[in-house]
């Protein structure tokens, strides 16, 4: 079982739509990152967020945290195809500091 | 400035062989940390190495071994190879206890 459930795991879209993906867990983390992985290389770090019930915003992306730190979302205003690539969700876990990783959404943008 | 460099960038070998993948981490970290990315999952810890020492370790069998050198760069050994080690092996390196990894392309695995 994932201790972090992606949701959705595969989204295609159109250029200039909306989108949101989500990070699920039963667990309390006491960090969230939220990472952009393209094919041929590895994850890069796009955020990380710490508080319950904080929200970050990176440009067109906005990173929420669940109030009880066990949930977050990435939701990217008017997509662009630079934005396609295999979006992960990294916990920290609040207990032994363990770090956990999601499956990932992989995100397609069609120009 | 060099980021996180691995090598092989790819590598094919048959059931039963051994393997030794190479990470030199970005310059000024000292800690380095190994995933396995099998396709369609996310990242999963393998270990970590710190000071030459391994730190803290994933659920992962005793085949999968490591080691980091005085200059900090470490290898991911495997031996007695399986079909299902076929992944992307991720390299990721900080500084210190730091939460903020710097991730490598990977080392592509394909075992016949």
């Known amino acids: 079982t994932q201790l972090l459930e992606q949701s959705p795991q595969f989204l295609s879209i159109q250029e200039g739509e909306n989108l949101t993906v989500y990070c699920n867990s039963s667990s309390v983390f006491s960090s969230l990152q939220w990472y952009r992985q393209e094919p041929g290389e590895g994850p890069v770090l796009l955020v990380t967020?710490?508080?319950?019930?904080e929200v970050k915003k990176l440009k067109r992306l906005t990173f929420q945290f669940g109030d009880a730190r066990k949930d977050s979302s990435l939701h990217i205003t008017a997509a662009q195809p630079g934005d396609t690539g295999l979006y992960l969700c990294?916990?920290?876990?609040?207990?032994?500091?363990?770090?956990?990783f999601g499956r990932g959404t992989q995100l397609t943008v069609w120009p | 400035d060099a980021g996180v460099t691995q090598s092989p960038t790819h590598l094919i070998k048959t059931r039963g062989q051994q393997v030794t993948l190479r990470c030199s981490p970005k310059s000024g970290h000292d800690t380095v940390s190994w995933y396995q990315q099998a396709l369609g999952q996310g990242p999963q810890f393998i270990f970590q190495?710190?000071?030459?020492?391994?730190?803290q370790r994933g659920n992962f069998p005793d085949r999968f071994s490591g080691h980091q050198f005085p200059n900090y760069s470490s290898e991911l050994n495997v031996n007695a190879l399986l079909l299902g080690d076929s992944a992307l092996y991720l390299c990721a390196s900080s500084s210190g206890g730091r939460n903020e990894q710097f991730f490598g392309p990977g080392t592509r695995l394909t075992v016949l």
């Open positions: 990294r916990g920290r876990g609040s207990t032994l500091g363990r770090l956990y």
């Open positions: 967020v710490v508080t319950g019930g």
């Open positions: 190495y710190y000071e030459e020492e391994e730190r």
